[in-house]
């Protein structure tokens, strides 16, 4: 877990979100996959692997 962001550095969930996933509906697991690529991208924008 990245201790600034709050996220796990290799799916880039936060806690919430992983400890949540598996009584997630579909509905909500899209949306947290959609923000991961939100993540992803903001990360690649900024210069971070």
Known sequence: MDP???Q???CQRTLEE???????DN???LT???RVAERR???AAA???
Do not use: D
């Open 8 to 10: 796990c550095i290799g």
């Open 27 to 29: 509905t909500t697991r």
């Open 47 to 49: 210069g971070k692997p």
């Open 32 to 34: 947290v996959l959609e």
């Open 4 to 6: 600034l962001s709050g």
């Open 41 to 43: 991208q903001a990360s």
């Open 18 to 24: 992983i400890a949540g996933w598996s009584a997630f």
